[in-house]
């Protein structure tokens, strides 16, 4: 993905369009709307790129509801997305993203995350309803020091 994105915080009001992506893919938006979780717009000149979402928990992020329309699906702007999310953890001073997925083990992991044991995971992320839930025991965990990524996110996939 080349060009300018940006990355747009969601207002209560922007919450049920997340949402709908995010239940017609079968992703947990039970819990959108509670207090303590931050989405992000994130969209490219040419319209919505996707969304994504954090709940922090001191240096430690949730990094969640990462969603795509269809159409913007296996063009490199899944990375972008995750890449916008990432450069605002950083900014709310996060050093570790953890998440949990069912079906995009390896998509992550091809953007720098790495599998972990959930029971390595911090004990305020562990008790989140992600990981004391609404995502089930099979969920793969993964985990991702921001400090080491920073320097290359620009929205384009380090191969």
């Keep these: 993905m080349m060009g300018s994105r940006t990355a747009t915080p969601l207002a209560k009001r922007d919450l049920p369009a997340l949402a709908a992506l995010l239940a017609m893919e079968g992703l947990p938006n039970q819990d959108i709307a509670e207090a303590g979780r931050r989405f992000w717009r994130v969209d490219a000149p040419d319209g919505l790129l996707g969304y ?7 240096p430690d992020g949730l990094l969640r509801s990462v969603v795509l329309p269809p159409e913007r699906r296996r063009k490199g702007e899944g990375c972008t997305v995750v890449d916008a999310i990432s450069k605002e953890a950083v900014a709310l001073g996060l050093e570790r993203l953890w998440l949990l997925t069912i ?3 390896g998509f992550f992991e091809r953007i720098g995350f790495t599998r972990a044991e959930r029971g390595d995971a911090p004990p305020a992320i562990r ?4 990981f004391a839930g609404l995502c089930p025991g099979s969920a793969v965990c993964l985990r991702r020091d921001l400090a080491s990524t920073t320097a290359g996110m620009d929205g384009r996939r380090k191969l």
Excluded: P, R, T
């Excluded at 994504?52 to 001191?58: K, N, Q, V």
């Excluded at 008790?127 to 992600?130: I, K, L, T, V």
């Design 52 to 58: 994504g979402g954090l709940e922090i928990y001191g």
């Design 103 to 105: 079906g995009a083990a």
């Design 127 to 130: 008790a989140s309803a992600q």
